[in-house]
């Protein structure tokens, strides 16, 4: 049942990656990630609205938020400050290098998964889930091996080093994700919603305090249609991977992984829209993550 469902995420995430993209060259990194975050909240206020105003509407559908308590709530805001972090340096990271450098490391994110659940939520996996799980790790490593043909040296550029930090963080975030609907059994409508509200009041506290007393010395920001469309298409992607995480027997490890193929959109991205370099033999790598995923398809 989640398996489809994730994949589903994977779609809108690597559509995602591609407005990202077009929306971070030459611009303001920290006003972007406001102003798609803001979108983002903006899709929750009715939703939020109802909840609270007219609970008898949604109270039995998937769109229902509910506050449990005030202890959750603070273990959600917990998971906004590693969001965010992620985010901040992933979204300087793409400003910088080319989309098929950045994904494709982004995509690593299932190593780092995979270590946590079987160490921390000790989650059992099956050998063909290892061998799949295996085939894309090894498959996106070689993918971002030969990124460097394009001169970018990976120990001496702090770019990469962002995108390496920004995807432990979110590594983490996943595993956290676990605890808090598996273990903590807060509502995933609860988890996404007051989690984009405290992004959203939490980045707006980065511009004022890092962008708007140093905004002469630094790049000017410029309004793009694809900002919103980043905040869109992560709710949705988002809400497809709660709603997968939610589902009796999901495994942590292998929703990473299979979330983390919208490297495949992010290739053809690069490829027709970007025009980047050493395309053909990226795709053999790309060949790789495809034959995973169709092992772990098999699998469930």
């Not at 993209?21 to 920290?30: C, G, H, P, Q, T």
């Not at 995807?167 to 919603?193: F, H, N, R, W």
């Not at 506290?205 to 309004?223: I, S």
Request: charged residues 10%; hydrophobic residues 55%.
């Amino acid at each position: 049942m989640w398996l489809p469902i994730i994949i589903c995420s994977a779609v809108f995430l690597g559509v995602y990656d591609i407005f990202k993209k077009i929306s971070v060259r030459d611009n303001a990194v920290l006003l972007v990630l406001l102003f798609s975050n803001l979108s983002s909240l903006i899709l929750f206020v009715p939703l939020f609205l109802l909840s609270y105003c007219n609970p008898d509407i949604l109270q039995d559908s998937i769109f229902f938020i509910p506050f449990t308590s005030l202890h959750d709530q603070l273990l959600i805001f917990l998971k906004s400050i590693i969001v965010l972090s992620s985010w901040i340096c992933v979204f300087f990271a793409m400003k910088y290098l080319p989309i098929s450098i950045v994904s494709p490391i982004r995509s690593s994110a299932p190593m780092w998964t995979l270590i946590g659940a079987v160490l921390i939520l000790q989650e059992s996996l099956s050998v063909s889930q290892w061998v799949g799980i295996i085939i894309i790790i090894v498959s996106l490593y070689l993918y971002a091996i030969l990124g460097r043909k394009e001169g970018i040296i990976f120990t001496r550029n702090v770019w990469v080093l962002f995108v390496f930090i920004g995807t432990i963080l979110g590594s983490i975030s996943a595993l956290y994700d676990k605890y808090l609907i598996s273990q903590c059994g807060i509502p995933k409508m609860e988890v996404q919603a007051y989690a984009t509200l405290y992004q959203t009041i939490l980045m707006a506290l980065v511009v004022a305090v890092l962008w708007m007393p140093n905004k002469q010395r630094l790049t000017a920001f410029q309004w793009r249609w694809s900002i919103p469309l980043i905040g869109i298409f992560l709710v949705i992607a988002d809400f497809f991977y709660y709603y997968a995480l939610s589902c009796p027997g999901a495994l942590i490890a292998v929703i990473s992984s299979i979330r983390r193929s919208n490297v495949i959109i992010s290739f053809l991205s690069g490829a027709f829209l970007f025009k980047e370099k050493n395309i053909k033999k990226k795709g053999v790598a790309l060949i790789g993550v495809l034959v995973g995923i169709f092992i772990l398809l098999l699998v469930h």
